[in-house]
């Protein structure tokens, strides 16, 4: 399945719900919440390497997919304090005859919901901020029978910003959040050839909450 047809089928999943679930009375005590999301990223980029020909993010992986946790908290009206968890790994990809091993990274996340239209029950719509750091996992580069270790694992800062929408009832809601989110470079092992940029992704991000 391609790109844009994944990135269909999560927004059109999400703007079905109304219609299979109708909201009952919204509880306006329910503070806190946990979510369990998944999330495509079908975009990367930024340079990947140094030199005359290097990669790009995008030649080197594909499409990025993953999980995680996250707790939420109403402290007033408008702002939600966040933090959060995840895996998420980008297939490898060939460029130029290089394959790539897959790209694993866990973010670790703290940050704030902005609430639009507080009485906009039971839809909440919201922007977010979020800073945090996120491990990225080592990467292998083969070509024909040579193969190297083309990063070393770190944890590399990370910030992301976006907004988002959730569908309310009784205590269940299901959200959609779209970001876009920068992680910085990770650590070169192959010296010039492997210092890469900080890069961005563009996470789609559906959950299922739970409000209590």
Request: glycine residues 12%; charged residues 15%.
């Amino acid at each position: 399945m391609s790109k844009k047809s994944l990135t269909c089928c999560f927004l059109l999943s999400f703007l079905s719900l109304p219609f299979l679930f109708p909201a009952p009375a919204f509880a306006a005590e329910q503070k806190r919440s946990v979510r369990l999301w998944g999330q495509l990223s079908p975009f990367v980029s930024g340079e990947a390497g140094t030199g005359l020909g290097a990669p790009d993010y995008d030649d080197a992986f594909g499409t990025g997919l993953g999980g995680g946790g996250e707790f939420s908290w109403q402290f007033c009206r408008w702002f939600s304090g966040v933090a959060g968890i995840g895996y998420e790994v980008f297939g490898g990809d060939t460029y130029q005859g290089i394959s790539f091993d897959d790209l694993e990274i866990i973010p670790l996340y703290a940050g704030g919901k902005l609430h639009l239209i507080p009485d906009a029950v039971p839809w909440d719509f919201y922007l977010r901020l979020d800073f945090g750091a996120a491990y990225l996992s080592s990467v292998e580069v083969s070509y024909q029978s040579l193969s190297g270790k083309y990063w070393d694992s770190s944890w590399v800062f990370l910030f992301n910003a976006g907004a988002g929408a959730e569908y309310r009832w009784g205590p269940w809601g299901v959200s959609l959040d779209v970001k876009a989110r920068y992680l910085d470079s990770p650590d070169p092992n192959l010296r010039k050839p492997s210092e890469a940029d900080g890069f961005w992704t563009m996470p789609i991000t559906i959950g299922l909450n739970y409000h209590f």
